[in-house]
């Protein structure tokens, strides 16, 4: 089959950018797009494994579908280590933190089942050990295919590399829980090309990973948006004045921020069945601006794409600053022109209070917003911390044209389904 760039004899459109400029806009702590604090004496879900990233079970149009009446998350989880002799400080005690931090290297992919969209019960790990080709298994997206309950999982396979990878199994449903069987068997789909999206060789903390596929509402074609970063070796980068954007007197200088080159990538299928696919250029970027935008994802409404994603204080370029939280932008069609939400791209940070709250915020089609707790202070100082690795509280957004405003917070891991599929 012939590639985009054969059929349309260029590329098929210009990433947008998110610039300096806008990113001057961002300010922590406007209640209208500020997580509520969350309290210190949060329940955790479990006491035998941190979690982090969750990925509500949904179909390609984005629902967040529920089996036979179970509301179904993964989650990329890792084993507490209490006990564990290499996590003990040197008065005897239990150093979480270090445990938290170290949680990449072991992440592991789990699922969870619960009647009620929320007070998830255990269901265990999605691939036995040995299945997944890597170290380490990072976020992705589990799609049910059809009323045979069966699942295409993709995630991100990561060191060796970062491969964006799917394992097929299927979803098993009885009056007591849920079960995940097959699983057995994962495909590569495809790594960064050093054309368009950044690799290893060119950039050692270079990001790929996190996809997120999707049926476009428009043309119905099966797409993928992923994470990564602007093609290049590291520190080429140019930040001109298209990255700067319009910045007042003063602001014109970009100091390091080349060393800064995120993207939202996206790539098309040319099969049915997403098992064969194309990369094309990114949908965004922020060179100059941050380094990260992980986990993107879309909510379809009015008509309209909104492109959600996830990013850190610290992954922001020279000059420019903003909370860990979720970040928006938003466009009449799939390939832009995309402009940020609320002006800057904030949508959801954390109160500078409580920096480190929550993160991996997924913004769901209902206006409902999932995370995980990170570390939340218990003193005024902030100098003492308790880490969560479980659910945060869900917050709901109301997205308006190019606003979006805090409205509401529930439960704890609320995810409550949008349709339920019977399955046969
Ligand atoms: C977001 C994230 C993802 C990555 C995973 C690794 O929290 O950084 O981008 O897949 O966590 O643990």
């Known amino acids: 089959m012939k590639s985009n760039t054969e059929k349309f004899g260029k590329a098929p459109h210009q990433p947008s950018l998110w610039t300096r400029a806008d990113a001057l806009k961002v300010h922590a702590d406007d209640p209208t797009t500020t997580q509520p604090l969350v309290s210190a004496d949060f329940p955790v879900l479990s006491n035998e494994v941190f979690i982090w990233d969750t990925m509500p079970l949904r179909d390609l149009d984005g629902n967040i579908t529920s089996v036979d009446g179970w509301s179904v998350i993964f989650t990329l989880t890792a084993d507490r280590h209490p006990n564990d002799p290499q996590y003990i400080d040197e008065n005897g005690n239990y150093d979480i933190t270090r445990d938290w931090n170290d949680r990449h290297g072991r992440a592991k992919m789990y699922y969870w089942f619960s009647r009620t969209g929320k ?5 265990g790990r999605v691939m036995a ?17 059809n009323e045979q309950g069966e699942v295409d999982l993709y995630y991100t396979a990561v060191t060796p590399g970062a491969t964006i990878v799917k394992v097929r199994g299927r979803v098993v449903t009885t009056e007591h829980g849920v079960s995940m069987v097959g699983f057995e068997k994962v495909k590569p789909l495809f790594e960064a090309d050093g054309k368009m999206y950044q690799t290893e060789a060119q950039n050692p903390f270079w990001g790929f990973r996190d996809p997120w596929p999707f049926r476009d509402p428009n043309d119905g074609k099966l797409y993928m948006l992923f994470e990564g970063n602007v093609a290049g ?35 098309v299928a040319r099969d049915e069945d997403g098992d064969d696919w194309e990369m094309l250029p990114p949908l965004l970027t922020a060179v100059g601006v941050n380094d990260q935008t992980e986990r993107p994802h879309f909510v379809f409404q009015d008509g309209k794409y909104y492109l959600f994603t996830i990013s850190h204080t610290f992954t922001y370029a020279d000059g420019v600053t903003g909370p860990d939280g979720v970040y928006g932008f938003v ?37 409902l917003v999932t995370s995980f707790i990170d570390s939340v ?7 003492q911390i308790r880490i969560g690795g479980t659910e ?25 389904p949008m349709l339920d599929v019977t399955l046969k």
């Open 129 to 145: 050990e040995g299945v997944s080709p890597t170290a380490r298994e990072w976020a992705g997206t589990p799609i049910l295919l």
């Open 392 to 416: 945060a509280p869900t917050v709901e957004i109301k997205i308006k044209g190019q606003q979006t405003f805090v409205v509401a917070e529930y439960d704890y891991g609320y995810i409550p």
């Open 331 to 367: 466009a009449d069609s799939l390939f832009g022109p995309y402009v940020p939400l609320n002006g800057s791209g904030l949508v959801l940070g954390n109160p500078s209070s409580q920096p480190f709250q929550t993160y991996s915020h997924c913004v769901m089609p209902n206006g």
């Open 119 to 123: 007070d998830w019960k255990l269901g």
């Open 377 to 383: 202070p218990t003193d005024e100082s902030g100098t």
């Open 233 to 267: 070796e590291r520190g080429s980068h140019k930040v001109g004045e298209a990255e700067i954007g319009d910045v007042p007197p003063g602001y014109e200088d970009v100091g390091n921020s080349r060393f800064q080159t995120a993207c939202v990538g996206i790539a």
